[in-house]
Every structure is written in C-alpha cells, then in structure tokens.
C-alpha cells in the first residue's frame, strides 16, 4: 500500500480551486486496484458542500488525478471532511 499525506488542491467542475490537507492511500483488495481517501479544505462553501464526480486533485510537483467525492461529513462547526475515490493510476 502506498500513501500519500500532505498539501493538495481541489479543482471543482467550475475550475474553482480549494485549498486543503488530503490523506490517500492506494487499496488493492481482491485483486480490485484504486486509490481514494479523504480532503479537508482549508474554506469551505456551499460549492464544496456539493462537489460531486469529474473533479481534479493536485499534489505537490505537479502530481495529480480525477477523483469524485463520495461523501462529505462535518468535523466542526466550520471544517469539512471529505471522502474521494480516485481513477486512473495514483498520483503519488
């Protein structure tokens, strides 16, 4: 399993870019090969809030790769958490 933790940058469908921190990992279960895991934006708004499928990822060095958000849950009063599934190779 590969992981990647760190600095990243989501582009919504808008090309709207947030700021954040994301946690990846690559999963190879049952000879199924992905990778996904979760972002939290540093702002959040009601675009974030409903980001769905065709979005972009970018790490540092120009890595970077599709993902959708599959889910998206509350931290705290202003902080958001949410899970993404990757396709394509993993950026990292």
């Known amino acids: 399993m590969t992981t990647y933790s760190g600095p990243a940058r989501l582009t919504l469908g808008d090309g709207t870019l947030v700021s954040g921190m994301a946690s990846l990992s690559t999963n190879q279960r049952g000879g199924i090969e992905g990778w996904g895991g979760t972002f939290r934006p540093d702002q959040t ?38 899970s ?3 396709s394509g190779p993993a950026p990292f």
Request: cysteine-free; aromatic content about 4%.
């Open 84 to 86: 993404l599934t990757g």
């Open 45 to 82: 708004s009601a675009d974030v809030r409903e980001a769905g499928d065709g979005l972009y990822l970018e790490l540092p060095y120009d890595q970077g790769g599709t993902v959708a958000v599959t889910g998206v849950r509350k931290l705290l009063a202003t902080q958001l958490l949410m």
